[in-house]
Every structure is written in C-alpha cells, then in structure tokens.
C-alpha cells in the first residue's frame, strides 16, 4: 500500500507542475480528475487489492497559490459518512470498488445519489452537505483543495 501511495504521490505531484497556477476551485482539482485517471490505469494493473489492510495515509503538497492533500483510504469494513459538510473543495476517486454518494442541495432542497465505479471520481465543492458509503474492500483516493489566495480582484501591482 506504501508503493502505491507513493507513486500517486509522484503522479500528482507533476500533474500539478503541468497546470497553470492561476487555475483554482473545483476546475483545478476537474483538470486534475482526469489527468490522473489516465495514469492511473497503469498503476492498478500491476497493484493486488485482495489482501488489502486497514489503513490511512495522507499527505500535503503545498506551493505558492494552494495546498492539496491526499489521503489513500483503504476500508477493509464498509465505512459510512453521514451529513457531513466539506470544509474545502473535494475529489474522491475510487480506485477499486464502487462508492454511493448522496449531495444534498442547499437550494432545491432535493437530494441527488451519485454511485461512483472503479477508476471514477467526482468533485464535491466547499460547503456541499453529502453523505458517502464506502463499500468493504475498498481503496479510495481523497484530494482535498485548500487556496491560500482567496482574493481574486485585479491587484494594483498588476494593472496596467
């Protein structure tokens, strides 16, 4: 499981290098999606999930405009999030098994149920109030978007 956190680690990592900076939010982490869905591919061929364990692992890539962490979480039981509200932006990929995702909104008061296939993801914006369901046996990537310039009016040092 350590290989295979740090090879996404190293897919993300240049990933990121090749995207503008000046891209944020959800379209960053949309880009990032399929970018790294296309890589991704390559890397499950060749990893087992059969014997997986129960573990967690995070990690933080932090650089001038946003800090994304990642956590490669593996459920060897079915895990349950119940009406949670996301602190910051959010891309969930599932990597083996299928993920039930239920997003509530805020203005229509309905409530939408997502189900997420292997090598799949979707991106949840900052403060969505949903609900996920790992199934047992899974391996899931979480990417969380946290931007350190939240001021995106034209500066003076930069007009002309």
Do not use: W
């Not at 079915?78 to 891309?91: M, P, Q, R, T, V």
């Not at 969930?92 to 149920?113: A, M, P, Y």
């Not at 046996?137 to 978007?145: C, F």
């Not at 946290?146 to 040092?157: D, G, H, V, W, Y």
């Amino acid at each position: 499981m350590k290989n295979l956190s740090k090879e996404i680690d190293n897919l993300i990592r240049s990933e990121l290098s090749s995207i503008n900076q000046k891209i944020n939010g959800v379209i960053l982490l949309e880009i990032l999606k399929y970018k790294i869905l296309d890589n991704l591919k390559n890397i499950i061929d060749n990893f087992s999930f059969e014997n997986i364990e129960q573990t967690k692992s995070k990690t933080k890539i932090e650089d001038n405009h946003r800090i994304i962490t990642f956590e490669l979480i593996s459920c060897k039981s079915a895990l349950i999030n119940l009406n949670f509200e996301l602190k910051s932006d959010l891309l969930i990929i599932s990597l083996n098994k299928q993920i039930n995702i239920n997003i509530n909104d805020r203005e229509s008061k309905k409530n939408f149920n997502f189900k997420c296939i292997p090598l799949t993801g979707i991106v949840l914006s900052k403060d969505s109030k949903c609900s996920v369901n790992y199934i047992k046996n899974s391996v899931i990537l979480e990417l969380s978007l946290q931007e350190k310039i939240t001021n995106i009016e034209k500066s003076e040092e930069y007009t002309i």
